[in-house]
Every structure is written in C-alpha cells, then in structure tokens.
C-alpha cells in the first residue's frame, strides 16, 4: 500500500486519505487534530460485566469517554457496550417510565430482576445487565488494517459511535482499542480545514461537499426534538429515550420559531449516577440543571465553560462546523437563524455518509 503522503499526491482528495489510512494507524493517534481540551486514556477500556451501575458510570466519567466494551470473563469475551444511553434507559426502567406499549427488549427475566434489585439498592445491580439496554449502541468492530472508510461505512450503516477496533493474533484476534466518530472527525477538520497543509502541504485534502453549506446539505429546517426550561430532567431523559437521540435542546417557545437557551444530554446522567443523593435532580428543571452545571464544571474548569451550547448558521460550511466539533470534542451542535432561533442540529452521525460524498 503505498504512503500516505504519496496517495495524496497523487490524487489529494479526502476519499483517497479516508482509504489510505488504516483504523489502527487512526487510532493510535493521540490527537489527529492536535486538540490540547483533555485527554485520553493510555490503553484501551475494557469494563468488567461485574461492576456495579455506578462503578461504570464512574469509569466513563474518569477517562472521559461515552461508551466502552463490556467484558465477561466467565463467557470469555465481550457481551456489549455500555454507554450513556444505556444508564438512561436503566433509570427509567427503575422508575417505571418506559411506557409498556413499546417493543420489549431482549431478556425480558434479566430486566425484571434489574428493576427488583435496582429498587433495593441501584449501586449492586451489575452492568452486566445493563449493557445494550438502550439497545442504540450495538457491539460493531472493525480491523487494525482496514481503511478508515471501512470504519466510516460502519459508523454510517449502523449508527453506531463507536467501533472495537481488533488486531489479529496467532489463531484470534485481540481489542486493540476504539476508535470514535471524534477520531474521524479530528483527521477531517486537520487534513481539509483551515489550517491543513499550513505545516506539510501535501497533507492538505481536497473535498468540495465540505465547502458547501448546511443549507446546501440538507441539515437546515428539519425537525429539532426539544423541551422547554421548565420540563424536568426526567422528562428530558424520556424525551430522549424516546426519541433514540443523545440531547435535547432547551427552547423558549413562541409564536416566530424556538429561542434556543441550553441544552441537555445523556451524558449528564454521570452526575446523577455518581452521587448517592443525585436521583433528586431527575425532578429538577431543565434550565435549572443546565444552568448549575455550567458553573459548577466552570469551578472545577478554572473558570473555564465546560457545558456551553455550541452554535452554527445555516450559512455555514460543513467544514467549518466539522472544525468546530473537533475543536469542542462535541457530539452535535445547534444550528441558529440570527441570534436564537433554532432551525437544526448537526450530529457527528449525520456527518460520517457525507464525508463518502
């Protein structure tokens, strides 16, 4: 296979990058995008299938990630993910808000007892039951050697946000890590953004859809899932759930269109998880929450904003808003008509079919 530098001389676009690089190369790249926001963890994640609800919310929450494989070791191999929608689902499951009429899920006796014991205490129910419940984050992987393509396909074809990555070995093969719709998204914004090619020109990509704007793409004026400040956080979480989306927006509702004021998603059940006492913000209101998050991650951020509400514009380009989201390490970002107004969302999902445009 020949280098990468030699495929983007040879025809410098970013399909010939996306089959050039393979995921395991991807993947051992601390940061493709040289983002300096936070850190990743040293070595791959794996999860006990016995760790409590909590011990692996703690877990994501400490290595600051979403998602990560969950690993039996009486069945000897991996069983699931385990994400934050996961979690969500297990709260309402606890509180009886998935709504009977909905599909049942798979294992029907385990989510029974789930329930049984969570209500006697929630910190002994093992993951191993919780995994996949949201059933939103299949167990999907990919090979070290494959291009990033593949992986893209994958993320495309599956919703999925993140794929195990494996490497063989002797007879098997082994988890060598994961590698995350970020990842892909932080080696698009470094090879075809603003600052591509600035260091080594040859690693400047052309890609004409991401000069083209939202509107352009088709990400303008289509439905946004919303709840209003006053809506508690449990009715968020549902919304949600319900929804099989990750955040919600938080809109003031008038008579011109939706006043974007915060946001919320999943992963805020981290702070409702890891403390004993933190069930009772699931009645708390949404901007209430929103807001108090904000200052307190602020605080521990050195002043820093860690929950904002990132923006774009409908006249944006797919690239710069692909820069952002790297630059942020965010998963989604709102699109706004002047100051306010929401008229979209743009997701990391959306994203990866048309980097194969």
């Known amino acids: ?55 692996g919310c703690e877990a994501l929450a400490a290595n600051k990630i979403t998602s990560a494989p969950v690993y039996d070791a009486v069945k000897g191999g991996f069983i699931g993910m385990l994400d934050y929608r996961d979690l969500v689902a297990f709260v309402l499951s606890v509180l009886h808000k998935v709504p009977k009429d909905l599909p049942p899920i798979d294992a029907t006796m ?24 949201s059933h939103e984050n299949p ?28 490497e063989p070995e002797a007879d098997a093969s082994h988890f060598a890590g994961i590698l995350s719709q970020s990842t892909v998204a932080a080696l698009v914004a470094s090879r075809v953004g603003k600052l591509a090619g600035k260091l080594n020109p040859k690693e400047k990509c052309i890609w004409p859809t991401g000069n083209k704007t939202l509107e352009e793409v088709g990400l303008v004026g289509r439905d946004v899932v919303s709840v209003i400040p006053e809506d508690t956080v449990l009715e968020a979480l549902y919304t949600m759930h319900e929804n099989r989306i990750s955040s919600v927006a938080i809109v003031d509702r008038g008579e011109e269109g939706n006043e974007l004021v915060g946001s919320i998603s999943m992963a805020d059940i981290k702070v409702i998880l890891s403390d004993r006492k933190g069930w009772r913000r699931l009645y708390e209101k949404c901007y209430d929450f929103f807001a108090s998050m904000r200052y307190e991650q602020g605080l521990e951020a050195g002043g820093d904003d860690r929950v904002p509400t990132y923006i774009v514009h409908p006249h944006s380009t797919l690239i710069a808003t ?24 743009v997701s990391l999902s959306d994203i990866m079919p048309l980097l194969l445009r």
């Open 139 to 166: 167990l999907v992987s990919v090979q070290a050697s494959a291009p990033v393509r593949a992986a893209v396909d994958e993320f495309s074809n599956n919703r999925v946000h993140r794929l195990i990555v494996l």
């Open 1 to 55: 296979m020949a280098t990468i530098e030699e495929c983007i001389v040879e025809d410098g676009t970013l399909d010939a990058l996306l089959n050039t690089i393979t995921c395991g190369d991807l993947m051992k790249t601390d940061d493709p995008g040289g983002n300096k926001l936070g850190t990743r963890p040293t070595h791959p994640l794996c999860l006990d299938s016995e760790l409590s609800v909590t011990e």
């Open 322 to 345: 692909i820069e952002k989201l790297a630059a942020t390490r965010a998963h989604r970002i709102w699109i706004v008509s002047g100051q306010t107004k929401l008229v979209g969302v």
């Open 110 to 133: 385990e989510v029974t007892d789930l329930v049984k014991r969570a209500l006697t205490n929630k910190s002994e129910v093992p993951i191993k039951l919780v995994s996949n419940l």
